[in-house]
């Protein structure tokens, strides 16, 4: 019997990582299939108007035409992630809301012909009043985005737990804070496209970025009003989703109505300013916070409130006015708490669920927490100690939490940024900050069910896995075949995976909130567990042992402690085949939580099955001529329970970072005209982090070894782009002297912040510099 | 609760239709895949000759040329369907052993550069003495096709069970005849094509058409040293099988290995002369039957030598050596019966497993009962009732017949067709005659595990059936679909079916061997049962009833005897999903046979878990000036055990008459040149029935409810093609009062028979007429 290895917790190459690099990827925009038609979509250049009609004739008539789409032939179909947040017509019949919304589609032979033919569909508009900003929207007379939401609040989150008002008045120390932060971008790099093909047996093939294929599925069978099994979501590689591309898209509704019209496969593909338009935004926040803590820096009560800019359509908007609070709140221990959480309708676009929930709301709980350390003479990271999340605990709303290791993610990040050595060390103008976060871990948001998986073996020993995952980036897909191949003693390279195509896969909720390695991952390895005992009960009667005595590794079964009694596992699957037993293993796993329908508005239970940690250490140099700022290092630990594969992990967080801290806190928003056009939609004007920007960073891996994780893993890298941001707030803020509550960090920021300070204290210096 | 109406039984339209009648239906040939290219293949223009050298440098040149293989650069991988059947080379490398066999291959962009550079290729042949024809082939000086086969016998099957020689010595009558057939033709509507996708991932997709893609891809795995996972044969439509797509071809491997070269899809397309030399063709044979019978009519011993001309290879021709024994071993009471079957190699194209095995053999041994009948002064047909197989009894090589009711088609065929009414009382070259035949049901040639399949369900009650029987023209995925949605109460509507792909469905062994329904079909009854054992758990609790009370109906889940108590399946299964439960049902089903390794050569034990019976008869005019026959009438008639769907089976039978009677007896036969070339390898010149050609046919269908088969049925419509030319042999012989022993009945056949009769009686008239 060979020596004990695991594949778990190896460093393993990423499947896809070659046909990536060489660019054999195949992406949705890059599939082609015979007959296929061009789609085109006609966008409304108001952002706030009344359709009057819609005349198509000229367009149907240009030759190689071959279907057109508006909200004329359609059924009027509302889509919402539930059924209280249904507000948008998949293709709009009475108003379009936003400039950008997509009004009425071409399919043709070619895309010229597409265009052309779209240019020809004349929309007569009857322009309305719009607002642009939540107080505008929010003020007593202004226009109503959907009648029945009045003030035009598309949700209000209230949530109170303890006594708040009490809290407060027991305090020491109680401060509140104002943060802002105007919407941002999901900037993945694949923009969106679909790409439909009705089959001869009725079913309609859907390929698309996406982020839940069963989600996506489930959704467009509504919409399209077909059986569930007849709209098949298929695989294709993905560049990104980070939350953007969780729920249906009307491009992939309007791109299956064409399909249908035309029987013909059709192909949309969004341009990069499309993208930005017409998917989805992070939401502009400006959020209130009201902190009270005792002399020793321990948080007796807060209140936060935070006004979102949701844009013209609810979509996931809802969940991401939840999870800022919800993550908060599991990060630290809160006696008293209050949340009220606005999402306001304006006519801009749609804003979703986001990976970095929250810049001016996490960001703006931890820098106050940094302000108030200061007034009380603390030292930011003690005053995160005493306030940190234990294992055991149960957080405001009820949830358990049954494993956690934040305190030592801020201990061991602490000490490899030297922050004892540094803080309150550093010369001017030269600062360190720390975030933290939490993130739940297995989050079963809108489906029922969980995950399956199902595993078949071939008779040379061979297995195919198949599993609802969909990899969109994070490498899902390896993780899947690793926990297998850990299961059953194979070699990762033996197993072929069939992941995300609905047809051939069962269910699964996506690869969002978390949920695909704790909820996939387990119903993988419920599944691979399964094969093995029918292997295990097959071989033992062959090696004359107990089931319980076998243990599988190297492809092999062997009898503990009698390392010469083995069988390969290609012969002990023939033997079971010449018997008639086909091996297959079958396994469903769903998260052990509270299914209220009204969650979403007031959370109570148990929300995820486990939650992450992390903590992030920034230290930054600012240039008080310029206001630029230079990421010095970064810190970046995450109690992610068991890192299944470091490589990955590591991957995750350090994605994590950029996206969360170096690009989203210090440089990423959209700017609007004020007929709610977006300036800059594309690469030039949008700045994303490229790889110059990418500053040094150091990884800390924490693992808990989480009770019901896969191998104990829990999510890996949400922990740490959520506290990536607070990092390099509260570091530049440090440097200065000063705290900066308008984000994201961009020069002229950073100089307004110096100027308010010289206003401040004028001649005197105030903080540190 | 709804009146009891079950989908078995039931004639339900086939799923494929549509789009086979309106040309929607997409064969291999009609596959386009992104840059993929096209292939030619050379052929080899001598019937035996040395290989002294492939240039293919030229070739290789000629831009536009993305690969070219032969057998130099391959590793001379040897193919048989059996370990000791292994002679062929996929792509040959010392010597070619017929006209038209596949010496290299080219992928080009288009097809032109491909046929072209096909054209560059320089083989140098030394050219060697062929064989043509069995004797040839046999003589002592014969030149070999494969040095370790004296004799060129390919395979000699020798059986014999029970006192041979004292049977004839108690026979009262003992008779021995010969009867010959040429070489005939599968002419499958769709000529072969393949194509293969190299895969990011490192596997490889292929489309053909066959009979069996796990097999296929089995094989090619081995061939291409790929792990069996890697080696991914899609679904395409199949346009017909018949047995002669059942092994793997040079082609697929050709195919699989241009594209591995280019990295680049390939597609290759045959045509119709391709397929006809470059697939398998019915062996050309030659048969010696001696009966011996005792005064009643009852066969006391037979002994039967025939002799097969196999081509230049293997294939499946060994199985085709046995099966004609063996089918009518099933058939008839036999107390001592030999048989010696050799297979010859000659230098011409493969034969392989025909639908219709046997044309000189079955109807060698039918039409002597007929003759040596009339010599006892019996009815043919009461002859037939006297020697036919009975439920309950055991063939000479030891299978046990569990449902059998031969004696009824026998009957109820004769009733139909006013048998005893017309039988002697015809007039002049007006006959009528009668065939009788047994074949395997669920008979597991070549692969281990039978089949398995997996069934899941979607939140609103849909399904998705995952089976690997493949379709190839019979309508199996009805019957797949029909049997899960009556176990489960579905609608067939409601089940979305996914069969064939290796890399989604289970193992299967293939449909051919009259497996499709037996094996396939129970493992779907299994898979079915289990689901709906979960769904009953599920529903049980909320009915507060018991499982085995409760009955699945029309989408819904009832309690037996209380109508009112019912749940929507939708209902159940979304139930189960709240609790994390996906339902999945597997099933594993093999036949319960005798896995002996040489039961090619020496069947012994139970061959096949049960066997079809069936009873053809046939009415004729004979002009005697011409030779044309005119095919009056024809009663199809099978025990199937049970007709699952009365539509399709009926489409068996009536598709095996046309096969095995009006087309493969009356006008199929393959001519050559003195060279080994095929005369007529194309439609115009090889004639195969047209639907004018199709005689009035009607069908008995007779039910045996078999204990294991999936609701009672065994294979429907082999027992018909394989009685069917037996009656029309049967009833030309009576027509003219003179048996026809050479095969199939052209007029000029049928005028020599005339002669040879005229030549024994004079003007005597001899027999009827």
New interface residues.
Partial sequence: MPVEQSLIGSRMPR??S??KATG???FTG?I?L?GMLQAKVLRSPYAHARIKSIDTQKAEALPGVRAVVSGMNTAGVKWGVFRYTRDQKLLPQERVRYVGEGVAAVAADTLEIAQEAASLIKVDYEPLPAVFNVWDAMAPDAPLLHEDHPGNINVHVAIEAGEVEEGFAGSYLVREDTFTAPEDSYFMTEPYAAVANPR??G?LELWMPNAAPHQKA?AL?NALKM????VIVRKSYIGGAFGGRSDVFPAEFITALLSLESDRPVRLCFTREENSLATRKGHGMYTIVKTGMDKQGRVLARDVTCYMDGGAYSSTGPIATSVPFLCHEQCYRLPAVRYNGYRVYTNKPIGGMYRVHGRAWATGVDLQLDIMAEELGLDPLELRLRNARQAGETTPTGSYVQSCRLSQCIEQSAEKAGWREKYGKLPAYHGIGLGTNSVQTGFPLGI?????A?I?F???G???L?SGVVDNGQGNDNMLVQIAAEILGLDPR?????SADT??T??DPGAYSMQATFTGGNAVLLAATDARDQIFEEAAQALEAHTRDLVAKDRSIYVAGAPDKALPLAKVI?M???????I?G?G???SKVD?RREWLKNPQGQLSETFSFGATIAEVKVDPETGEVDILNMVLSQDCGKALNPMLVEGQFEGGAVMGGSSGMMKEEHLWTKEGLCLNPGFLDYKVALPLDVPPMENVIVESIDPTGPFGAKEAGMSVAMSAAQALAGAVSNAIGWPVMEYPLTPDRVLNALAQKKAAYGDSKGGKP
């Fill in positions: 499947v896809d070659e046909a054999r990827a195949i890059d082609s015979p001869q047996d079913s489930k069978a059986p569930l099994n007849k029922r069910g969980g995950s399956a199902i078949k071939n008779e040379d061979g297995a195919t198949i033996d197993i072929q995976l069939i047809e051939a069962p269910n023939r079971a085949l010449l018997k008639g037993n086909n297959i079958r469903s796993f769903a299914h």
